[in-house]
C-alpha cells in the first residue's frame, strides 16, 4: 500500500500538481542520454525544451523511422563520424 501512494505522489510531482506552474517535475530536470535506448530521437524533448519533430519539421516528415530511439539512430549510422548520408 504504501508503494502505491510514494508512486501517486511521484506522479503529482512530475505531472506539476499544485505548483500552479505547469509541469515543475519536466521543467527543473534533465535526462542524461547515455545509451540511448529510451530516448527517443524524434519525439523527446532536446535543448531548448521541444523535440526535433518539431524543430525539424521538414526532416521528420521525410523520416521512414519516426519512433527510433537514439541508439537506434546510431545503429543506422546517425551520429557524429557516422555516414548517413553515404
Known sequence: MLN???????CHVRDGVGSG???????NTR???????????WTDN???GSPLRLQFSCLYELSVHKEYSVEDM???RWKEGGNACG
Open 74 to 76: 546510431a545503429r543506422l
Open 46 to 48: 532536446w535543448l531548448g
Open 31 to 41: 535526462r542524461v542520454v547515455g545509451n540511448g535506448r529510451n530516448t527517443f530521437f
Open 4 to 10: 502505491f501512494f510514494i508512486r501517486r505522489m511521484l
Open 21 to 27: 506552474l505547469g509541469s515543475w517535475f519536466e521543467d
